[in-house]
């Protein structure tokens, strides 16, 4: 779509501070086959050997705590999204939850890269579900391990893909009554994905320090809605500016392809020393069904041509 005259309407868009407070929302679903079942009392004891059994959750790349001690991160999983699905019935987490339920990713942890899913960002201790057992609630208790170069870093948003057998080391999949594995799953593989968006990704990034940054559009694009762009592996602590446009006009810009246009002026902020940014903003009103918003970042970046690194850049469409 080619640009359209909006500028009046763009040029009040509210734009925030920048901060952390809300980054991408990102989709984990594991799939597997219940191998056994011990669990008597119902429901679960109407689940057979060999039914399908899939564990989805969403989580917040932004939120998360890094282990003291280990090679660690936990994201924090958001109890409204848990779904353990078995012959299409859902298992809930115990609520209200005791503590919080974790995502966690392994880095060369000692030699080894994986991921677990507990109430501990340290050792995979398993989550309280809502159906109790002889000792009390069950708990899912689910781990995979991978040989050391599985993920590049702790990352969430680099762990992004599907993981299967392919370098797999060792899986625990259980539902478990205290000491018991009362219920054994076959894990099949794990898909962690961008959360569905309007956003779309344009490409054209230029690398820098820390590889090509990356944008990743999310939120609500409708007229007044608050929305965000996060950047991520952008150069630390650099200056950084935004373009917006209604539209497209490619230009090639210090050895890159700046995609938005006729932008507007500017928006400049600064990374944060991890070389990340979160922008949210109220997509302005008066944007008509059909238009588009294209956002794409350039950072200062002593390590990029020019001195200039360019994210991809993303485009959403006003429904």
Do not use: C
């Not at 597997?32 to 790349?61: H, R």
């Not at 990713?105 to 501990?120: E, H, L, M, Q, W």
């Amino acid at each position: 779509m080619r640009p359209i005259a909006l500028a009046s309407a763009l040029a009040a868009a509210a734009f925030a501070s920048p901060s952390l407070v809300a980054g991408v929302p990102v989709t984990v679903t594991f799939t597997g086959s219940v191998e056994f079942n011990q669990i008597a009392a119902f429901p679960l004891s109407t689940v057979a050997a060999g039914a399908a059994v899939e564990l989805s959750f969403e989580l917040d790349s932004s939120d998360f705590v890094d282990s003291a001690s280990f090679p660690t991160r936990g994201f924090v999983i958001d109890p409204s999204t848990w779904m353990l699905k078995f012959n299409g019935n859902n298992v809930a987490l115990q609520s209200p939850f005791p503590g919080t339920p974790y995502f966690v990713i392994r880095n060369n942890d000692p030699a080894v890269d994986g991921f677990f899913v507990s109430t501990d960002v340290d050792f995979p201790l398993g989550v309280p579900l809502t159906y109790s057992g002889s000792f009390g609630h069950f708990l899912d208790n689910t781990s995979v391990t991978y040989g050391g170069d599985a993920v590049p870093s702790l990352d969430l948003l680099d762990a992004l893909g599907t993981y299967d057998y392919t370098g797999l080391q060792v899986f625990h999949w259980t539902l478990d009554d205290g000491p018991f594995d009362a219920m054994g799953m076959i894990f099949e593989q794990i898909d962690i994905a961008l959360a569905p968006s309007a956003w779309t990704d344009e490409g054209s990034a230029l690398a820098g320090v820390d590889g090509e940054p990356r944008l990743v559009g999310a939120g609500d694009l409708s007229a007044g809605g608050t929305s965000g762009v996060f950047l991520d592996h952008g150069a630390p602590s650099a200056l950084a500016a935004i373009f917006l446009a209604a539209g497209t006009m490619p230009l090639p810009f210090k050895g890159g392809m700046l995609l938005p246009g006729p932008f507007l002026p500017p928006v400049l902020v600064a990374t944060t020393p991890d070389g990340a940014i979160d922008v949210p903003f109220v997509v302005p009103a008066g944007l008509p069904s059909g238009g588009e918003l294209w956002v794409q970042w350039a950072i200062q970046d002593a390590a990029a041509p020019a001195g200039v690194s360019l994210s991809n850049a993303v485009s959403g469409l006003i429904p």
